[in-house]
């Protein structure tokens, strides 16, 4: 239970990531 948290943690990161990267490529 614990190292599914742990993964959709760093899954959850990693979509932000793409977003903000997605946003800022828009943006410009």
Same mark, same amino acid.
Request: aromatic share 10%.
């Given at each position: 239970?614990? /190292? &599914?948290?742990?993964? !959709?943690?760093? +899954? &959850?990161? *990693?979509? +932000? &990531?793409? &977003? *903000? !990267?997605? +946003?800022? /490529? !828009? +943006?410009?």
């Amino acid at each position: 239970m614990a /190292l &599914l948290e742990k993964t !959709s943690r760093k +899954i &959850l990161k *990693f979509m +932000i &990531l793409v &977003l *903000f !990267s997605y +946003i800022v /490529l !828009s +943006i410009n």
